[in-house]
């Protein structure tokens, strides 16, 4: 496997650099407000404001044709607003946003991760601005939200068990990551690579935790095909290239099916990882306004309802409806998501697991 990973050290001395240079805010030490900032409300005034600005530029990781879709769904109904989408990898996104304020580029207006340790590193190195949209703060649970109103989870999703139904009967399909193991497998599967990829190395973390490095350590020995993308492992059990993927965003998997694809989504008894994908404002931000309203209509039940039926995902937003044709969160056993653990071990994990895969 070629490329680089991302070391998020460097990403915080980057910046590190770019708060001594544009004096954001008050160092991590001060005191952290007792409460959110008052939730921000889609006013005619701040569609004026927006309007004015024109423009929009959004960083994120999401797939590009749901990024399209919710960008084209904000400008039909604020069209003197043009979204400017920048889609890439969640990693890679960090990296970028570190180099453009080292640099003192102020690009970015608002930004969508599928990491999110990411946030924690921006929010504490004083980027990001204090912004609560109206429905955050009426309809989402305080653990899909910062408590100080700086970011919240405008995704969620799950990295699941793929298997090709035209290769694996149902009652052969493994039923948790312990049949992974089973040698019958070798050389069967396909997984991403937590160093490319913020779902994956969210996923890694909470099997690491809860199932023990030993359990990768026997995963190694099976053979596997790494691959980048946390969508990447879906698209090599569809094509039939490997029979069963280890991880990936089920999102994927459900916009598949919908096409009538013959890939099963198989939920690990020892519990499935749950990803969140926050969103934030930047406080530098081009458009300030135009951030705001973007920020806020994402977060809306109207957006929130399209990503759901458009990309496959889940929403916290307490009144949007689960899809009909897929088992509802609530019945699901998850593992827990620890993005200040993520933070901190993102880099010893990359080095781990590369170790181990040989990759």
């Given at each position: ?110 930004v ?8 924690i ?102 053979k ?40 099963e ?10 990803i ?5 404002v ?57 993005a ?6 993102a880099?010893?994990i ?10």
């Amino acid at each position: 496997m070629s490329g680089q990973f991302f070391d998020r050290r460097d990403a915080m001395r980057l910046g590190g650099a770019a708060i001594a240079g544009a004096a954001l805010t008050p160092p991590l030490s001060m005191p952290a407000r007792a409460a959110p900032p008052p939730p921000t409300a889609i006013t005619p005034e701040l569609v004026a404001a927006a309007s004015k600005e024109g423009k929009v530029v959004y960083y994120t990781s999401v797939e590009l044709s749901l990024a399209e879709r919710i960008a084209k769904a904000f400008e039909m109904k604020y069209p003197a607003i043009k979204v400017k989408v920048e889609r890439t990898g969640a990693e890679r996104v960090f990296q970028r946003i570190g180099q453009e304020y080292a640099s003192k580029i102020y690009a970015v207006d608002t930004v969508n991760s599928s990491d999110a340790a990411h946030f924690i590193v921006w929010k504490r190195d004083g980027l990001l601005d204090a912004v609560e949209p109206e429905d955050v703060a009426k309809h989402y649970p305080p653990a899909y939200k910062d408590p100080d109103g700086t970011y919240a989870a405008w995704r969620v999703f799950l990295s699941v068990i793929t298997y090709n139904k035209t290769m694996v009967k149902p009652e052969d399909a493994p039923k948790s990551f312990a049949d992974l193991l089973d040698p019958k497998w070798a050389g069967k599967l396909v997984k991403a690579h937590p160093g490319y990829s913020g779902t994956i190395m969210t996923a890694t973390h909470q099997m690491a935790r809860d199932m023990g490095w030993g359990y990768f350590e026997r995963l190694a020995k099976q053979k596997i095909m790494q691959v980048q993308s946390a969508v990447d492992p879906m698209k090599k059990v569809l094509l039939g290239e490997r029979p069963v993927g280890v991880d990936g965003g089920d999102y994927s998997v459900f916009v598949e099916q919908d096409k009538g694809a013959p890939i099963e989504i198989v939920y690990p008894s020892e519990g499935t990882p749950l990803i969140t994908g926050p969103s934030a404002v930047f406080k530098r931000a081009p458009n300030p306004n135009a951030a705001k309203l973007f920020y806020c209509w994402s977060f809306t039940q109207e957006a929130q309802q399209l990503a759901v039926d458009i990309g496959g995902l889940r929403s916290a937003h307490a009144l949007v409806k689960e899809r009909a044709n897929r088992k509802p969160l609530s019945q699901i056993k998850t593992m827990k998501e620890d993005a200040a653990e993520v933070e901190k071990t993102a880099d010893q994990i990359k080095t781990r697991y590369a170790a181990l895969f040989k990759v």
